[in-house]
């Protein structure tokens, strides 16, 4: 799997370096807290619209050329940034950067679950999770920090990233081989299949409008640079240890028993946030909050993802992967763009609450399949 560990490192390194940056680059273009959660919903309502596509992508076209256009559309929009912090720009590179985001989101996973048995899913799970994480963990919280100091050129420059994983996308279809040509023949994915899928995805998306409200609003929240990040930095860490070690637990005693307690760890770090939200930024809240949240973040999509591959056939696994990235980014999407409106009208505190909320309503969705 190394040539999908250096796929996922690149490409995902576009996705963090601006994630919490494109907001800020909004706001300085006159955008209001909901004008710059638009930014990351617009990114992710596009990465969304394009998963949906991407199983007949592949099909039509193979792995190597669609990941290919994928990174590139990613890479090549970033500098672009530059010309203008309009909100309409911003937007609209946003919506570039996702179509490309969408593509790599739902073939990274779906080849790290084919390239291994099905009892060893979690733990090639959790090494694909890694790669995805490292990104985040250095780039989110570096990114704010080098814009801040150092001006938004080189943060976009960064963005830039994923043009060097074009040549991967073609290794990575190499490596399938005769699995690349699996989906040609998958039969519809019947209604109690979508169904088995929908419910981890929908944890997923509980848990993702956690961690889209804060990884968009933290730089907000915290005005300092450097606090910002360290708290990115704290989330990051909590976020890529727990997607990794989450393989290696759900291989050993199943994925289904962890979702309801992660939730309540994902809601009790959410209320801890708005607390320290509403103290004015207060690091001594707001970092484990962070820590709590991450916790939740990172586990809950190894766990869902795995969760959903292990209750579809392996013909559906691209479908299933599909349908667990819309969760994803979804998730994220709809938390970016709710906590900035809430925010706007009534305050962070408010604003990270709404998603705690969807957490615990989300508990509904954790009793066991058995299908």
Do not use: K
Request: a positive charge; hydrophobic letters at 60%; one cysteine or more.
């Amino acid at each position: 799997m190394p040539a999908l560990g250096m796929l996922s490192v690149l490409g995902f390194s576009g996705y963090a370096a601006l994630l919490s940056v494109a907001p800020l680059w909004a706001v300085r273009g006159g955008a209001d807290e909901a004008g710059s959660g638009l930014v990351n919903g617009v990114l992710l309502a596009a990465t969304v619209l394009t998963q949906f596509a991407v199983p007949a992508l592949l099909r039509r076209f193979g792995h190597g050329p669609v990941i290919a256009v994928g990174v590139v559309l990613m890479g090549v929009a970033s500098p672009l940034y530059l010309l203008s912090d309009a909100l309409w720009s911003v937007l609209a590179l946003s919506a570039v950067r996702g179509a490309g985001f969408g593509i790599l989101t739902v073939t990274g996973s779906a080849v790290a679950a084919h390239l291994v048995p099905a009892h060893r899913r979690g733990a090639a799970i959790g090494a694909y999770g890694l790669a995805v994480a490292v990104p985040n963990l250095v780039l989110l919280p570096a990114s704010v920090a080098v814009a801040d100091r150092w001006g938004f050129g080189w943060v976009f420059a960064l963005g830039g990233l994923p043009v060097l994983a074009a040549p991967f996308a073609f290794a990575v279809a190499r490596a399938l081989g005769p699995l690349d040509r699996v989906t040609e023949q998958a039969p519809r994915l019947d209604r109690a299949g979508v169904v088995a899928v929908a419910r981890p995805t929908g944890v997923l998306f509980a848990v993702t409008m956690a961690g889209g409200g804060l990884l968009t609003f933290v730089p907000q929240i915290v005005r300092s640079g450097t606090a910002s990040a360290a708290v990115l930095l704290v989330l990051g860490v909590g976020t890529a240890a727990c997607r990794w070690g989450a393989g290696h637990l759900s291989d050993r005693y199943g994925a289904e028993r962890f979702l309801a307690p992660l939730l309540l760890t994902g809601a009790a770090g959410l209320a801890v946030c708005a607390w320290g939200a509403a103290n004015g930024g207060d690091l001594a809240l707001l970092l484990p909050g962070a820590a709590l949240v991450g916790v939740a973040y990172g586990a809950l999509q190894n766990l869902t993802l795995v969760v959903a591959f292990a209750r579809v056939d392996p013909a559906h696994i691209p479908v299933a992967s599909a349908g667990w990235n819309v969760g994803f980014d979804g998730g994220t999407a709809v938390g970016a763009v709710l906590v900035g409106a809430i925010a706007t009208a009534a305050g962070f505190p408010a604003g990270l609450l709404f998603p705690a909320a969807v957490c615990l309503a989300a508990l509904l969705l954790c009793v066991p399949s058995h299908r």
